[in-house]
């Protein structure tokens, strides 16, 4: 039975109104991803890549007041509305818990094939054009600055200071520079390289337009 139809459901109820860069079109771009680098794995478990890109910011604690409340309620509906089975469910939730940027800043969590195309899917989507626009709307969303020659980036981030503010600009070099170099995936990185020139023009151009 595809269940898939039902999950992608499932995922626009939950993102519907989110204002915080997790909205349904990150959904549906990260499954878009999923499917595009899908092309170099045919061996891949693509019901599993395809479920776990859609359910992925479902129970995050950015999104909802209680993340052990919401991915019980989540696996519940897996179980009993959706019908997968409990290993299904587990394969899902155990990609979620370890694929996040802030739980592989201090320690580099392994995961299943399937979990690094949805990782490398939703890495993509803070690359390029669409990264630039996500950045800008995160830092206007917590009040940062765009730039501010006062405030270094900061050379590492931790778990710590991952959710301290920063500049936006500053976003680019203490994160999004780097995360080409910690792609899974050799179509991923290749992609990723891509959309990262794109976004060092960027700042190129910004920092020649305000002559610095
Ligand atoms: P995720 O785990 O999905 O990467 P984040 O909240 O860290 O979640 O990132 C969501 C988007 O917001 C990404 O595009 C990311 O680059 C951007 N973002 C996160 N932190 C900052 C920041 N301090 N300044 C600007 N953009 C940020
Ligand atoms: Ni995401």
Redesign the pocket.
């Known amino acids: 039975m595809d269940h898939l139809p039902a999950i992608i459901d499932l995922a626009r109820q939950q993102a519907a109104g989110d204002q ?3 909205d349904f079109a ?1 959904i549906q771009r990260v499954a878009a991803n999923a499917r595009q680098l899908l092309t170099a794995y045919p061996d891949a478990d693509q019901d599993l890549v395809l479920s776990t890109a859609y359910l ?2 479902y129970y ?1 604690e ?1 999104l909802v007041a209680n993340t052990t409340a919401a991915k019980a309620a989540l696996v519940q509906t897996l179980r009993t509305a959706v019908g997968l089975t409990q290993e299904r469910i587990d394969q899902i939730t155990f990609i979620i818990d370890h694929m ?3 739980k592989n800043i201090e320690t580099h969590q392994h995961l299943p094939l399937a979990g690094q195309i949805v990782q490398d899917a ?2 993509l ?2 690359l390029g054009a ?2 630039i626009f ?6 206007a969303t ?1 009040g ?1 600055p765009d730039y501010d020659p006062h405030i270094p980036p900061r050379q590492e981030l931790t778990a710590a200071n ?7 600009v ?2 680019f070099y ?3 520079f780097k995360l080409a170099a910690t792609m899974n995936t050799p179509i991923g990185r290749q992609m990723a390289t891509e959309r990262t020139a794109f976004m060092k023009q960027f700042i190129k151009e910004y920092f020649q337009e305000i002559g610095k």
């Open positions: 915080s860069g997790h990150h992925h910011d995050d950015k996040s940027f802030s939703d890495r989507d803070a669409v990264g996500r950045a800008i709307r995160y830092g917590h940062n991952y959710r301290q503010p920063s500049t936006i500053n976003h203490e994160k999004l």
